[in-house]
Structure formats: C-alpha cells, structure tokens
C-alpha cells in the first residue's frame, strides 16, 4: 500500500477583537499553561446530517484535558459508477456541552482531522470545517484538498494563532457547534473512489485541542 499522508495548515480568520469581546467586563483572562487539572467532562447535546445518523458518533476528552476527540462510524462521501450524486458529499453537524474546571475557559487551538481515503487517479476529494460557539458569529470554513491517488489514511490540521482564538465567555456554558464536510468527484477518474471521517477498527479521531485560560475578577 502507497503511503500518502496530506496535511495542511489554515489559520482561522476570527479577529482578536472579537476575542477580547468574549469576555465580560469584569473579568481579566490569563493563558494557562499546562491544562487545568480539575474535573472535566463533555456532552453530545446533539447530532445532525447525512454524514452522522443518530448512534453513529462520539466525543471524550483527553485524560491530561488538553482537547477532546470526536470519533465518527458511518461517514463516507463517494463517488463513481452507479453511486447517486447524493453520496457525492456528506455533512455533520455536532452540538457540545464543554463542562470546564471552575473558574476556566477555552477556545479551539488546534483541530487534527483524520480519515481514510481510497480515491483513484482523477478523482478530487475535499474535506471543510468550522467551528463556534452558540450565539457568536460562525468563522469561515477551513478548505482542505485531499490528494489522489491515496489509499491510506489521511489528515488535515487547523491551526488557531493565539491573537484570533476565539474562548467561551467566563462564567457561560454556551454549546460549541463543530459542522465537516466531505465530497468526492470522480473527476476523470473511471472506478469508485471514496472518503471517510473514520476507520474500520475506530481507531482514527479527530481531536480538537484546548487553549486554556483562568478567569479572575478585576480587582
């Protein structure tokens, strides 16, 4: 088997004001380095579109809660002979209750999307996301290629700078929304080519890594 490992690197562009934003007046925030060892945990409040029928997806966090990871079971784009156009792209859209240590809160650092791909000479193949929080402005989708040929797995990575991090408000529990998508085209390609957001034994994630910061009252 060919190894072909795709990686790409896209900055967010939320603007650092709309951090600064995100917190109330009365509070100063301090980046905290490493995570917070408090008590931690993480709520699938709700999951929607053709990429993620209901039971077909998870989320845990991390044991050191440096991030969390979602793991899919049914997600697959694909595209060729006698395959509706319909199976050309597939989406989800996760909805998550982040319960942060007392006195914390975060934003999305860093994402590692993973996968695997069998996409034949010709085909096109692409993999998006975005991510935010309830009742903030949706940032821009982050527009992956993945490479054909490729039979392997793959991975996309999105890195946040510090300055366009956008955290939870202190204090607030708002959900964060996480919505991929994946298409493939078999473009000029004659045989079946196909995505996926997981794997066959369940041991590819994505993981969603933390910026942590402490909330401390203005003195």
């Known amino acids: 088997m060919k190894r072909l490992l795709t990686r790409a690197a896209v900055a967010l562009t939320l603007l650092a004001s709309t951090l600064l934003g995100a917190a109330p007046a009365s509070a100063v925030i301090v980046v905290v380095d490493p995570p917070p060892a408090g008590e931690m945990s993480i709520e699938l409040v709700a999951m929607a579109g053709s990429g993620c029928a209901p039971g077909t997806a998870d989320v845990a966090i991390s044991p050191d809660n440096s991030a ?22 597939k989406n989800c859209q996760l909805n998550v209750l982040v319960h942060a240590p007392a006195g914390f809160t975060f934003a999305i650092a860093k994402v590692d999307y993973r996968g695997y791909g069998y996409l034949q000479r010709g085909a096109v193949a692409q993999q998006r996301a975005n991510y935010y929080f309830q009742g903030m402005t949706a940032g821009s989708y982050a527009n992956h290629a993945i490479a054909a ?6 991975i996309a990575t999105d890195s946040v700078p510090i300055a ?6 202190c204090g607030e529990q708002r959900n964060l ?4 998508e994946l298409r493939v085209t078999k473009g000029t390609s004659t045989d079946v080519s196909y995505l996926t957001m997981d794997s066959t034994d369940g041991s590819i994630e994505t993981i969603y890594h933390f910026t942590w910061m402490r909330c401390t009252a203005k003195k």
């Open 68 to 89: 969390f990871t979602a793991i899919y079971s049914a997600y697959l784009a694909q595209a060729g002979p006698n395959i509706a156009v319909t199976e050309n792209r």
């Open 149 to 154: 040929p490729l039979d392997d797995n793959w």
């Open 164 to 169: 366009s991090q956008v955290f939870r408000p």
């Open 177 to 180: 929304n996480i919505n991929t």
